[in-house]
């Protein structure tokens, strides 16, 4: 029988983050994990739509255990002082759902300069995770779930020139460099976890064609004359081929509970292309197992997010 949410065992006792959680695969990865006893905490920059999710999961689940992390991914100092009320408050964190991500935007920077796509859905993470290892580690079998996309495809990593200052801004390109980063981060923080013994595995997870905003808010940024178009073609196409966020969303709450997950493995949906389905291992690119470029991956994005770990590399 395929793995569906009803598998998802029980998460009393448990702390779980989830980055973007107050929409799409977010929100259905929250709602998942809140109705199976989990703590959740909603890490998202808007706080109206986090309590709007909380009030309305209230009234469906009363137990459910969640709070409002104000967090902005593309802000560095924001991010470390996320990470400190969020240390402050709980010791321990059971996981990180890394999933809030932007999608094909035009070239907009960061409050540090990055390249958004790269800032939010890479180096954001990097540096959240970083800041709450000590957390992780505390925890019985931590788990940090990073939500890459079958995109990553599309993208190669220039560690010269990661955040497009020199080689013309392509958005999909960039997308992609992205995803390619997330899960090369995976692997290379799956060897450190390794090398230390810990008892922590990272794992990464896609949600194949979902229904979500992400297939609009990005495209439609910085077309001005045709943004209404695109966001049609955006629904109709979702309405047509996609899967709701609800299915999207089972690789990462796979990935997050399910038993015996493999550290560093990739999880996706089993239909054609990896476009929709139920929960099975997933392919990657060549570039995203180069473990050469995954540990030079790593080195950069500690010296541009200031953020080290202390975990050791991987011996030559």
């Not at 107050?22 to 109206?48: C, D, F, M």
């Not at 800032?119 to 993470?125: E, P």
Request: glycine content about 10%.
């Amino acid at each position: 029988m395929p793995w569906s949410a009803t598998d998802i065992p029980d998460q009393t006792g448990r702390t779980i983050v989830v980055t973007g959680a107050s929409s799409g695969l977010g929100a259905a990865t929250t709602i998942a994990l809140a109705t199976r006893g989990a703590h959740v905490i909603l890490a998202n920059r808007s706080t109206e739509r986090s309590e709007q999710l909380i009030d309305r999961l209230g009234q469906r689940c009363p137990a459910a255990s969640l709070e409002h992390l104000p967090l902005d991914l593309a802000d560095l100092d924001g991010i470390e002082a996320a990470a400190t009320r969020l240390a402050d408050q709980h010791p321990r964190i059971d996981a990180i759902v890394a999933n809030a991500g932007v999608m094909a935007t035009p070239l907009v920077r960061t409050a540090d300069g990055f390249e958004l796509q790269l800032g939010v859905n890479h180096l954001g993470h990097v540096a959240l995770v970083g800041h709450l290892l000590p957390q992780l580690l505390a925890a019985d079998a931590a788990r940090v779930v990073v939500v890459s996309s079958t995109a990553h495809r599309l993208g190669d990593i220039d560690l010269d020139d990661l955040n497009w200052e020199t080689r013309p801004y392509q958005r999909w390109p960039a997308y992609g460099r992205s995803k390619l980063a997330n899960l090369l981060y995976v692997d290379e923080l799956q060897r450190r976890f390794d090398l230390v013994g810990a008892d922590a595995v990272a794992v990464a997870a896609h949600p194949g064609y979902s229904d979500t905003d992400l297939q609009t808010t990005g495209p439609a940024m910085g077309t001005r004359f045709t943004a209404p178009l695109v966001r049609t073609a955006a629904r109709i196409g979702g309405a047509i081929a996609a899967q709701p966020a609800s299915q999207g969303a089972l690789p990462q709450l796979y990935a997050a509970t399910a038993a015996g997950v493999p550290g560093g493995s990739y999880w996706g949906p089993d239909g054609p292309g990896e476009a929709r389905g139920f929960p099975a291992p997933a392919a990657r690119s060549h570039a995203a197992t180069d473990p050469e470029l995954a540990a030079g991956l790593w080195d950069r994005s500690e010296h541009l997010t200031g953020v080290t770990t202390g975990l050791p590399g991987t011996p030559a």
